[in-house]
């Protein structure tokens, strides 16, 4: 929350016109190395999280060293979701820490104003019509891949990839709160707190939107993933310029992971190819794009009016 006597309306830096402040070691420093540290935390919690199960499950020492086995081990004890809750438990509160330190000279680093109803509805319905945008994408990439070998290679190279990661059989809840829950609270302090927060304190806003969003689709490394969750990147990184408030990107973030995660077919015995998902995705592109528009006029307007303040 913000802290007392600090008013988050003043100094927004949300116009492109608006007055920057300097750029110190943190503003370049702190994103890069606490994604560095983001990285190696899920790769080694993974990894611990399999060491246990070897030994709870009298599993051989000798599927450490072998790749299929590894592969095989890192599914069965679901080491990727164990991980991303580990990860929440224990990046979430220095994400948080880290910002609150930064507010103490830059209190606009993390957006907490107060939101309307209406910007949790538009943030709602973009986030679900980028979600249909990206099956489109996604789609027209698959029918590619068909006929140009290189997009198929990096096609096969996702499947896998999720494939190896999650069991069709595993725990729904330990999914959920993977997913759902720890995910987008730790992304999103990362990637909108922390790393469109620093980049926004010392350039326009345009450009703390564009890179918070392109550094946040390259971070998940292969190609067709980045291509998966660029337009929801993007969405995010606008809505939450647009709001002021981190709590709404962090539950866009949970609406889209639990919907294009699959969770929401699966809770419902629904298949993964799901018509009426499909159909309800394409009728939000609409809602979601409309709504956007009168968003970015009414912050447009704030922002004019603070001018003619200041």
């Known amino acids: ?21 300097r750029v110190d070691a943190l503003t370049i420093l702190a994103p890069l190395l606490f994604m560095l540290l983001h990285a190696i935390f899920l790769s080694l919690a993974a990894m611990g999280v399999a060491v246990v199960y070897i030994f ?5 020492l000798s599927a450490l060293s072998d790749t299929e086995a590894l592969q095989k081990l890192l599914v069965d004890s679901q080491a990727q979701n164990w991980a991303s809750v580990l990860l929440g438990l224990v990046m979430v509160p220095i994400y948080y820490i880290y910002l609150n330190y930064r507010r103490r000279k830059y209190p606009d680093i993390l957006l907490t104003e107060r939101a309307p109803g209406r910007y949790w509805l538009t943030g709602f319905s973009a986030i679900m019509g980028s979600l249909g945008l990206s099956m489109i994408w ?8 068909e006929t140009i070998p290189a997009i198929r290679v990096h096609y096969d190279n996702y499947i896998n990839a999720v ?21 987008p609270i730790a992304e999103e302090l990362l990637f909108r707190g922390i790393l469109q927060g620093e980049i926004r304190r010392v ?3 345009w ?20 291509a998966y969750v660029i337009i929801p990147a993007l969405v995010l990184a606008l809505v939450y310029e647009l709001t002021h408030n981190i709590l ?29 998902l499909f159909w309800v995705e394409m009728v939000f592109i609409i809602i979601g794009l409309v709504l956007l528009i009168l968003l970015i006029r009414e912050r447009s307007q704030k922002n004019q009016q603070i001018k003619a303040e200041v």
Request: hydrophobic share 50%.
């Open 138 to 145: 996604i789609s027209i990439l698959i029918y590619l891949s």
């Open 203 to 205: 350039a326009p806003a």
């Open 163 to 183: 494939e190896g990661l999650q069991r069709a059989d595993g725990s729904f809840w330990l999914e959920f709160l993977a997913i759902v829950v720890m995910i």
């Open 1 to 21: 929350m913000p802290e007392q006597g600090v008013n988050l309306n003043e100094n927004t830096n949300s116009d492109f016109e608006f007055k920057r402040q």
């Open 248 to 276: 709404i990107p962090i539950f866009m973030h949970m609406v889209y992971n639990f919907f294009g995660g699959g969770l929401f077919s699966r809770l419902l015995g629904l298949p993964d190819d799901s018509l009426i």
């Open 56 to 60: 709870t499950n009298n599993v051989s």
């Open 207 to 226: 450009a703390a939107v564009s890179l918070s969003a392109i550094v946040f689709a390259l971070f998940h490394i292969l190609p067709f993933q980045i």
